[in-house]
């Protein structure tokens, strides 16, 4: 028999190698699809500073038993906040915004020019909490800034500050409780941290749908450090805050795939007609450094029943300020259709959003899947510069503007068959001021299309910093952005406005004019944390009346005269307003969205719709000792 060649025997092995390579290669492609190495993350390119298309999972949570107040919460145990001035979150750094590509839509079409009208004056416009206010536990504020948001009901509002919560007659303005974090969850009590070191950056949720109030907030001892981390759920046992009791879950964070002693800062609520309750949040390591994204689901059946809290919780680097959606609308037909994942929104570059959509597990359990991200262009937006203010010589205490992150809340909205997303986010002015960055994303069917059907820096003049936006649609279309206005001269201190568009108005444009909640009579001109305290805000926000779906409510901060601000006082403010659009609700037209420029539409493919559970009867809560 004829001997092989070297040649020829090493020609073999090649093939063989290269044949078993391939092989073992398809097997881990294949374990990979599913999420057999990690339910966590999947490595992907990456684009700017995200891995676009990063497919990650959420795991499991522990299931956490419900606490429960079932008094009025006028009678409260009071428990004080722990003094916090906040100076670790000046700490946190997140990545600079990418410059991004050029894109056709970077440039708007001219403007159309039409008659200015003014926006409706206000309908309430009432005081709300103060550091220095008193409420069951003690003092309001816990520290800087205030982290003012708040979410209106039937008959109430509800307002959240860094540490406390107060719901008001939303009729008359009348303050009907408050109290501090810490008395809220001690009232079950849930035997966590959320009992005694309540921290803050709270959300304010109402559920339209179930005509039920979630109030969340996060808890921790001391960061950086090991943890543990807490989320800490209310959810009213009825429609009435005030009387009705509440259900109280301490939901640790930090566990499954979410390293021990990761912070899930700047967490954002959205809730959806799945029936789960969404979270994202901007994840740091135990050391303070920015390890990814935090996004998580839990089951609002199982929160407003009072039963054993089903979620799940997941950690990947899909880019910072990644947040989820939230609903407006109370009627059947202004629902998302069935099947329709909730849709996460984050600035990715100066002239890029990144959708994603995030399908939940059963029950929103475990194996929620966030897909990858569309890219969407906008005009160009570069981060804003600080905000200068009145009698604040050498510019020592310019206001943070946040950069360019998304803000409080991504907003879906559908009317008629369209269905949108709004939002909005700082950005820089041609006059090198701040505006809010506003758009409209197009979501209808499922489809996220890539070009905005408008988007606009709102900048009707070169004279004042506008920023610390949030943005809602009533049910007609029409919108209304709110913000804080300031410049560094007298009378422009930092003070609360808004401004809008009716749906009939041109695209890009709002020309429903600025209109002035509240003007503020003084500057922030202290230290907190040992250095000059630049935080303001952290947000705003702006909701919707489900009585009417017209109405909208604003909040935000301000100080109404220079001694507040000064370092003997340090005492914020915080303002609530409502206003309407005359003629929302009267059949006005619903228009299609048309975009501003050709758009290549990317399918997201939809999910099987997946049976929402039924409510099951609410057990009885034991008696309180």
């Known amino acids: 028999m004829k001997k092989k060649s070297t040649v020829q025997s090493a020609f073999f092995n090649l093939r063989v190698l290269i044949g078993l390579f391939v092989f073992l290669a398809g097997v881990f492609l294949a374990l990979l699809s599913f999420g057999f190495f990690s339910s966590a993350k999947a490595q992907s390119r990456k684009v700017g500073n995200a891995n676009a298309d990063a497919v990650a999972v959420a795991q499991a949570l522990t299931p956490v038993v419900a606490k429960s107040f079932n008094g009025n919460v006028r009678t409260l145990r009071p428990v004080p906040s722990k003094e916090d001035e906040r100076d670790w979150e000046e700490r946190l750094i997140l990545p600079d915004l990418p410059i991004g590509p050029e894109s056709r839509a ?16 206000p309908i309430q416009n009432f005081e709300s909490l103060a550091l220095l206010d008193a409420v069951v536990g003690g003092q309001a504020g816990c520290g800087y800034p205030p982290d003012t948001n708040g979410e209106v009901g039937l008959n109430h509002y509800i307002l959240a500050v860094n540490c406390a919560y107060a719901i008001y007659d939303k009729a008359t303005g009348t303050r009907l409780a408050a109290f501090t974090e810490n008395s809220l969850f001690s009232g079950g009590p849930t035997g966590t941290l ?51 009791g509440w259900f109280l879950y301490a939901v640790r964070i930090d566990q499954g795939g979410v390293p021990g002693g990761t912070l899930p800062d ?81 600035n990715a570059t100066t002239t890029t959003y990144q959708v994603r959509t995030f399908t939940p597990g059963q029950n929103c359990g475990a194996g929620g899947t966030m897909s990858a991200a569309t890219t969407v262009s906008h005009v160009s937006g570069p981060g804003p510069n600080n905000v200068p203010q009145p009698n604040d010589p050498g510019s020592l205490h310019q206001l943070d503007s946040l950069g360019s992150r998304i803000m409080q809340k ?60 949030s943005i809602a649609a009533d049910q007609d279309g029409n919108v209304a952005i709110g913000y804080s206005t300031s410049n560094g001269v007298v009378p422009n201190f930092p003070s609360i406005a808004y401004a809008g568009r009716l749906a009939t108005d041109p695209p890009n444009t709002l020309p429903q004019t600025e209109t002035q909640l509240i003007a503020g009579n003084g500057s922030q001109l202290f230290d907190c944390g040992g250095a000059a305290c630049h935080r303001w805000g952290d ?87």
């Open 106 to 121: 970077t440039q708007l079409p001219p403007a159309v020019t039409i008659p200015a009208a003014p926006m409706p004056t």
């Open 194 to 244: 959320c009992d005694t070191e309540s921290t803050g950056d709270p959300v304010v949720v109402y559920d339209q749908v179930a005509n039920r109030w979630i109030l969340t907030n996060f808890a921790f001892t001391s960061f950086p450090g090991p943890g543990p981390f807490y989320q800490c759920f209310a959810v009213s046992q009825t429609s009435d805050p005030v009387a009705g």
């Open 266 to 346: 700047y967490g954002k609520f959205g809730h959806w007609n799945d029936g789960c309750l969404y979270m994202g949040a901007n994840a740091f390591d135990i050391n303070g450094a920015g390890s990814g994204n935090i996004f998580a689901s839990f089951s609002l059946n199982d929160m407003e029943n009072g039963l054993p809290l089903t979620g799940a919780v997941g950690i990947a680097n899909l880019g910072s300020s990644l947040f989820p959606t939230n609903l407006l609308g109370t009627q059947p037909g202004q629902m998302p259709p069935p099947g329709t994942p909730n849709y996460f929104v984050r």
């Open 410 to 469: 991504v907003q879906y909205r559908k009317v008629g068959s369209a269905e949108s997303l709004w939002v909005v986010n700082s950005a820089r002015t041609s006059a090198a001021l701040a505006g809010p960055l506003w758009a409209q994303l197009d979501v209808t069917g499922g489809t996220i299309a890539t070009t905005p059907v408008q988007q606009g820096i709102h900048a009707p003049d070169n004279t004042l910093w506008r920023w610390m936006g």
């Open 539 to 625: 947000y705003s926000s702006m909701s919707i009346d489900p009585t009417d779906d017209c109405t909208f409510w604003y909040t935000n901060e301000y100080y109404p005269n220079q001694t507040e601000g000064d370092p003997a006082r340090r005492n914020w403010h915080t303002r609530i307003g409502s206003f309407k659009f005359p003629g929302c609700g009267q059949g006005g037209p619903s228009p299609t969205p048309t975009a501003t420029a050709t758009a290549t539409a990317t399918q997201t493919p939809k999910p099987t719709p997946r049976p929402i559970p039924s409510p099951r009867p609410r057990p009885t809560p034991p008696p309180r000792p």
